[in-house]
């Protein structure tokens, strides 16, 4: 599975993320976005955005581990990957891909599902991948 975090830069950025290495992701307290992140599971592939005045993507991350002792505030547990190049919100406006996405929907919501194919959008990588035969 792939999630979109988002974070107000000035508060905990992308960098602080790789400067610490892990970080545990909390402080989440809309219901929607608790369902996502008590969903989630070690390996879990993330996008992390900035939010505020930079509204675009800045890297990828991964789910290290998930407690749910408390379902009300589970605690994940994630690695910083690598920075992406900024996609940024007006990119992501423009791309069918997000036409009916919570991303956009719910602009608020702070821990958003993504798609394979959003992922791959976001993280810069190929939208389809060819197999190639000898």
Do not use: C
């Not at 545990?24 to 900035?50: C, E, S």
């Amino acid at each position: 599975m792939h999630y979109l975090l988002k974070t107000e830069p000035s508060q905990y950025s992308f960098s602080d993320l790789q400067r610490e290495r892990e970080a545990v992701w909390d402080g989440v307290t809309n219901p929607a976005a608790v369902k996502h992140l008590r969903g989630m599971k070690k390996g879990d592939r993330l996008v992390i955005y900035h939010t505020g005045s930079e509204k675009r993507v800045a890297g990828v991350a991964t789910v290290a581990s998930v407690a749910v002792e408390d379902p009300r505030q589970p605690r994940v547990t994630i690695r910083a990957r690598a920075a992406l190049r900024p996609v940024t919100l007006v990119e992501i406006k423009a791309s069918p891909l997000f036409g009916d996405s919570p991303l956009l929907k719910q602009g608020r919501l702070s821990v958003v599902p993504l798609s394979d194919a959003q992922y791959r959008f976001l993280a810069g990588k190929p939208l389809s991948a060819r197999k190639r035969f000898r």
